[in-house]
């Protein structure tokens, strides 16, 4: 039995995105707590949110998608995750931070799609007016500090028992990093 191999690919998401990229977050939101939302939404109730994320300016959306090794025309691409910067507080003196986010498909942790996916943000970024981009990461999230601190973020501090979903509190630790 061979696995076939895929390779992931990074682009700007769209309108054409949003009900692969409502599927990936409803999981989050009915399974875990790393959203503190606690009920799902229909891609109609996402659309604000994707609306909210243009292919230009500091508040971006990125998605990985994969392809078959041989990269054949017409396959349909399955989305693997998503990684955005949108407004870190609504007030204008926050304009220059940004905060950052990534969220994967079940079965796509470990390929190094989280990798790809703020890669190509940060590349994307680089050119706005931006100062500083934050991270908040329900504990515990091992995988999720280790690809933000790989990234250079450090941890600024910790929200003790800030959120409450599945009848207990979590804990959300902040990381920031320079932009």
């Known amino acids: ?8 690919q990074v682009r700007p998401g769209g309108e054409a995105d949003l009900d692969a990229l409502t599927a990936i977050y409803n999981h989050y939101v009915r399974e875990t707590p790393i959203t503190f939302d606690t009920a799902v939404f229909t891609p109609e109730e996402r659309r604000p949110w994707l609306l909210s994320h243009p292919e230009d300016g500091p508040h971006r959306l990125m ?3 994969d392809t078959d090794s ?13 990684a955005t910067s949108s ?32 890669k190509a943000l940060f590349e994307a970024l680089a050119e706005e007016d931006l100062h ?12 999720s500090v280790r690809l933000h601190e790989r990234f250079g973020f450090r941890h600024v501090g910790t929200y003790r028992e800030v959120g409450r979903k599945f009848g207990r509190y979590w804990d959300v ?3 920031e990093k320079d932009l």
């Open 1 to 8: 039995m061979s696995t076939e191999r895929t390779e992931v």
């Open 87 to 118: 407004a870190f507080r609504p007030k204008p003196a926050y304009a220059t931070s940004v905060e950052v986010t990534i969220y994967l498909a079940p079965d796509a942790g470990g390929r190094g799609v989280g990798t790809s996916l703020y």
């Open 173 to 175: 630790a902040w990381y």
């Open 63 to 65: 998605v990985a998608t």
């Open 132 to 143: 500083r981009a934050y991270a908040g990461i329900a504990q515990p999230n091992e995988a």
């Open 70 to 82: 041989q990269g054949t025309p017409g396959n349909a691409q399955r989305i693997l995750g998503y």
